[in-house]
């Protein structure tokens, strides 16, 4: 009776329920059930490998990583007929990923062995898991959003279509199997790569040496460094034909659960493939943008920029790049082409008369802008001490001020806005005289995005400093405090008085509404308010949300960050199309366009908010406007 339980809970699970039930009745012999309380940890980051596939029966995982910034990176939350460890169980490797319950939990734990043994025998199995590996799940709503708005070619019909002799590079460095290991290590060292291919005196691959084989063969074994590399090469040898097409490739990788693959071309070693080959198909690769930009030498040259911003995206969402991945891209590329624009004026005009620091704050700030390139930046330069001096930096600033609008806006890179207004340029002491003022109703302005201020260039101690003291200012200051809420509960969750999600009457974008505005900034400003009160120094909202959450035990701080990263998503998707159409990336959306799950999901965050209002009217805000 229980068998017949067993079998016919894995008729019903993925890919479990393509055997047939005389092969599960001799699966079900070897696997054990393990019950797991809320809370509890059944894989660790950087852990041992899984000795198991856990099957969930009742209850949920969360599957997630740690940053090295500590920050919480949810992957996935599986449920019910759902599995987890596979890929570190195949692979050998340590674990990719926590695995944490979020309720009590039941499992059924299928061994190693078994495992392998049904892929071994069972090709539609085998297949199922390798395309689950390569397609790099999300969610399942940010998976279904990714499909309908990537760019063009998806990924898996890129792979398809290009052939492998289009992407591979060079031939890879090669060594003679005499040769000691300590030198075959030097030629690493040196030439700063990972891997040698071991080559006879035709120049034919005999092995491949890593530096994974180093770690476990030589350091882990205590091998003398003087015998041949040969002694640690390992064989054989995985190929795949310069014709052949990039998935194959691929999938032969995961088969083999190697990392390098070698390129062959009428038997000749011709080059070398890696994971990371895949990312730069098209040259669309991030990686690649960065090595054009820091080559460019004028103005001129940057204006063809955008568009290969909007190529780099659907390269990342193609991949599966999560939105907090794709807007700190976003944000570094801009802080590369500022920093270019800045290096440009400087080789024209010279440099500064007064040492300054140049900022980005805001989205920008918090590693937080997407395709419609809201920079904000400001400067902070050194006390002076004559008006004559004030003259020259005044002078000096503007013409740098204006050149950075100017170029920013002739590549569409700013979303049509100027980057940088005069007011934010001031010296060290008046930007803190400056901030002594918030609260205090003379002249609070609404500019708390200027807690999210961070050094892009120059010393960053001026910047770090003076956010230091506007943390400290907040903590010591209920008006301050105050003036925060205010500046944040004055744009409004879209919510209609039956809960219906208000659009635009009229104008340019009627029944659209500002994502941006009304979803995601609102968020972002709730976020900051409480991380400024507990004193958390992080600038991003999903680093903020996890201190929250991890030091404070702010409970609304996983669904704050849940709706965050749908948001931006779904934004990010919307200006991808809008880009696509010919269009310049905005942060409208129409709802209407939307599924009505999406439409759902959207509802809900905006509620989230609309409750979160409610705790800083009740907590931080006496009902004043702001001065």
């Not at 279904?144 to 890879?172: M, W």
């Not at 990392?259 to 040259?283: A, R």
């Not at 260039?457 to 200012?473: A, C, D, W």
């Not at 010919?582 to 129409?590: Q, R, S, V």
Request: some cysteine; overall charge negative.
């Amino acid at each position: 009776m229980l068998q017949d339980e067993i079998i016919d809970f894995f008729v019903k699970v993925m890919p479990f329920n393509q055997l047939p039930r005389d092969v599960l009745a001799g699966m079900i012999q070897d696997i054990s059930m393990e019950y797991y309380p809320r809370g509890e940890e059944i894989l660790q980051q950087d852990g041992p490998p899984s000795e198991f596939l856990g099957v969930i029966k009742k209850g949920g995982v969360k599957v997630y990583q740690t940053t090295e910034n500590d920050e919480e990176v949810v992957v996935d939350l599986r449920g019910e007929g759902e599995h987890f460890g596979m890929l570190s169980l195949l692979s050998g490797d340590r674990s990719r990923n926590n695995v944490v319950t979020i309720e009590d939990t039941i499992c059924y734990q299928v061994p190693k062995k078994t495992v392998l043994d049904i892929l071994q025998k069972n090709p539609e199995v085998n297949e199922y898991f390798l395309k689950s590996f390569f397609v790099n799940l999300l969610d399942k709503t940010y998976e279904e959003t990714r499909k309908a708005y990537t760019a063009g070619t998806t990924g898996e019909q890129l792979l398809f279509s290009t052939k492998v002799k289009d992407i591979v590079r060079a031939a890879p460095k090669t060594i003679m199997p005499d040769i000691s290991i300590q030198q075959a290590a030097v030629e690493m060292a040196a030439n700063k790569i990972s891997s040698l291919v071991v080559v006879d005196s035709a120049g034919l691959p005999l092995g491949m040496v890593t530096d994974r084989d180093f770690r476990e063969k030589v350091v882990a074994e205590a091998l003398d460094v003087a015998n041949p590399v040969k002694a640690i090469m390992n064989t054989p040898l995985i190929s795949i034909g310069s014709e052949d097409n990039c998935f194959e490739a691929l999938l032969r990788m995961i088969r083999h659960r190697i990392h390098h693959i070698l390129v062959l071309e009428n038997e000749k070693l011709t080059g070398m493939l890696t994971n990371h080959d895949f990312m730069l198909l098209q040259g669309s690769s991030p990686t690649v943008l960065v090595k054009e930009i820091g080559q460019i030498k004028t103005i001129e040259e940057l204006r063809d920029t955008a568009p290969k911003f909007y190529k780099a995206v659907s390269s990342l969402l193609r991949y599966g790049a999560r939105p907090h991945n794709i807007t700190g891209m976003i944000t570094e590329l801009m802080e590369k082409i500022t920093n270019t624009v800045v290096d440009i004026f400087e080789e024209k005009n010279g440099e500064s008369p007064v040492p300054y620091t140049l900022f980005f704050y805001a989205g920008g700030g918090r590693h937080e802008l997407t395709l419609s390139f809201k920079v904000k930046m400001g400067i902070v330069y050194q006390d002076v001490s004559s008006p004559e001096q004030q003259q020259r930096v005044d002078n000096y600033f503007k013409l740098l001020s204006e050149t950075l609008n100017n170029s920013l806006l002739a590549c569409d890179l700013t979303g049509q806005e100027r980057c940088m207004k005069e007011e934010n340029i001031r010296s060290g002491s008046t930007w803190q005289e400056l901030f002594k003022k918030w609260g205090t109703g003379a002249g609070t302005g609404r500019q708390s995005s200027l807690f999210d201020m961070r050094a892009i260039r120059g010393e960053h101690i001026r910047v770090n400093s003076l956010r230091q003291y506007l943390i400290n200012r907040a903590a010591q200051s209920r008006g301050l405090m105050e003036a925060l809420a205010a500046d944040t509960l004055q744009t409004r969750p879209p919510l209609g008085f039956f809960r219906d999600i208000v659009v635009e009457k009229g104008g340019e974008h009627k029944n659209e509404l500002n994502l941006y505005e009304k979803g995601i900034k609102p968020l972002v400003g709730c976020a900051r308010i409480y991380g400024v009160e507990k004193g958390v120094i992080r600038r991003s909202t999903l680093g903020r949300l996890h201190e929250l959450n991890s030091r404070h035990g702010f409970k609304a701080a996983e669904d704050m960050a849940q709706a965050f990263g749908y948001l931006n998503a779904l934004l990010i998707h919307s200006q991808l199309r809008q880009a696509e159409e010919g269009g310049l990336p905005d942060n409208f959306i129409n709802p209407d366009i939307l599924t009505s799950f999406e439409r759902k999901t959207l509802k809900e965050s905006f509620q989230l908010t609309a409750r979160l209002y409610e705790d800083i009217e009740g907590n931080y805000w006496s009902g004043k406007v702001l001065p």
